[in-house]
T-cell receptor
Framework: DGGITQSPKYLFRKEGQNVTLSCEQN?????MYWYRQDPGQGLRLIYY???????QKGDIAEGYSVSREKKESFPLTVTSAQKNPTAFYLC???????????????FGDGTRLSIL | AQSVTQLGSHVSVSEGALVLLRCNYS??????LFWYVQYPNQGLQLLLK??????LVKGINGFEAEFKKSETSFHLTKPSAHMSDAAEYFC????????????FGRGTSLIVHP
C-alpha cells in the first residue's frame, strides 16, 4: 500500500544537539510538507517543497532546515537554534503543484520530539 | 488571504446523539474545503472535501458536510455518534487559482459519552 512513513516515532534531543526526522513517501506525490503540532494550536507549517531540490519556508521555519534530494524523501532537521522543539511533527504530501489546490494532503503518523 | 475558524475547542455528545462540528472560512476566491480526523498519536486522515461540485458532501464513517456560501460555513455532521468517533477534527481551506497550501483550523476535540 502507498503511504507516508515517518521515523522514528519518538525522539529525544539533548541540549545543543541537532536531530533529523525522516519522512518517506511512495505515493509519487510532487509536494511534501512539514507541520508542527502543539496542543490547542492546530497545525503550523514549517517548510514545504513542490519539486526536488527546491523548498520554501513556512510560517515557523526558524530553527529548522530541510532538504529534498529525492522525490520520495523530505527530512527535517531540528537544529539547536530551535529553543522549544518539544512537539508532535507531521509530514504530509499531496499530488500536483500550485494548480492542484483541490488535492487533499496525505499524512504520516508523526514523530514526537522531546527534550532530555 | 484565507483563514479558518473552528468554533469550540471541545464538543461533547452522548453516544447516538447528533454530532455537529462548526467551521467558518474566509477566502477572497472560491475555496476548496476539507475535513480531516486525527486519532491519538496518529496523523490526519481525510474525511471529506468540497471542490465546487455538490454542496452537500458525503464522507467516510457516516460524516457529511454542507457548503453554504452565504454563511461562509462548512459544518461537519453525523446523525448518530459512535464511541469510535472520539478524535480531533480539523477543517482546512485552500484557494482555487491561488496558494495550494491549505490553512488549518485549530481543531475540535470530539468527546463521546456512553
Amino acid at each position: 500500500d502507498g503511504g507516508i512513513t515517518q521515523s522514528p516515532k519518538y525522539l529525544f534531543r539533548k541540549e545543543g544537539q541537532n536531530v533529523t526526522l525522516s519522512c518517506e513517501q511512495n505515493l509519487n506525490h510532487d509536494a511534501m510538507y512539514w507541520y508542527r503540532q502543539d496542543p490547542g494550536q492546530g497545525l503550523r507549517l514549517i517548510y514545504y517543497s513542490q519539486i526536488v531540490n527546491d523548498f520554501q519556508k513556512g510560517d515557523i521555519a526558524e530553527g529548522y532546515s530541510v532538504s529534498r534530494e529525492k522525490k520520495e524523501s523530505f527530512p527535517l532537521t531540528v537544529t539547536s537554534a530551535q529553543k522549544n522543539p518539544t512537539a508532535f511533527y507531521l509530514c504530509a504530501s499531496s499530488r500536483g503543484k500550485g494548480w492542484d489546490a483541490n488535492q487533499p494532503q496525505h499524512f504520516g503518523d508523526g514523530t514526537r520530539l522531546s527534550i532530555l | 488571504a484565507q483563514s479558518v475558524t473552528q468554533l469550540g475547542s471541545h464538543v461533547s455528545v452522548s453516544e447516538g446523539a447528533l454530532v455537529l462540528l462548526r467551521c467558518n472560512y474566509s477566502s477572497s476566491v472560491p475555496p476548496y474545503l476539507f475535513w480531516y480526523v486525527q486519532y491519538p498519536n496518529q496523523g490526519l486522515q481525510l474525511l471529506l472535501k468540497y471542490t465546487s461540485a455538490a454542496t452537500l458532501v458525503k464522507g467516510i464513517n457516516g460524516f457529511e458536510a454542507e457548503f453554504k456560501k452565504s454563511e461562509t460555513s462548512f459544518h461537519l455532521t453525523k446523525p448518530s455518534a459512535h464511541m469510535s468517533d472520539a478524535a480531533e477534527y480539523f477543517c482546512a481551506v485552500s484557494r482555487a487559482g491561488g496558494s495550494y497550501i491549505p490553512t488549518f483550523g485549530r481543531g475540535t476535540s470530539l468527546i463521546v459519552h456512553p
